[in-house]
């Protein structure tokens, strides 16, 4: 199983980024996705999660209202539009898969499938 992200890059504040995070090995269609962060000297952060059917979506405070998790699960993939981004947006971003279907945690440790992450700088 690999997930890979991507979609990162600089950016000024303000600006918007869409990140993408594909997985293969496996179709994870019976699985919620989420996104997580960790920026420099912190411990890895939830930001969004989405359930296996699509409808059901949770966020961060810190990011409701900015950013957006969405999934095509015929693609196996899932999205996380950021618009309005902040320099404490600045982070790797990494998406996850749990370890069972039909959950959908926001808790890291209930995670166990993560891809190798992506940097998102956001300048002020």
């Known amino acids: 199983v690999q997930l890979v992200e991507s979609g990162g890059g600089l950016v000024q504040a303000g600006d918007s980024l869409r990140l993408s995070c594909a997985a293969s090995?496996?179709?994870?269609?019976?699985?919620?996705r989420a996104w997580f962060r960790q920026a420099p000297g912190k411990e890895r952060e939830f930001v969004a999660a989405?359930?296996?059917?699509?409808?059901?979506?949770t966020y961060a405070d810190s990011v409701k209202g900015r950013f957006t998790i969405s999934r095509d699960n015929a693609e196996n993939t899932v999205y996380l539009q950021m618009n309005s981004l902040k320099p404490e947006d600045t982070a790797v971003y990494y998406c996850?898969?749990?370890?069972?279907?039909?959950?959908?945690?926001?808790?890291?440790?209930?995670?166990?499938?993560w891809g190798q992450g992506t940097q998102v700088t956001v300048s002020s």
């Open positions: 996850a898969a749990p370890a069972a279907p039909y959950t959908m945690p926001n808790g890291r440790n209930d995670y166990e499938y």
């Open positions: 090995g496996r179709t994870f269609s019976a699985y919620s």
């Open positions: 989405i359930g296996w059917p699509g409808r059901t979506t």
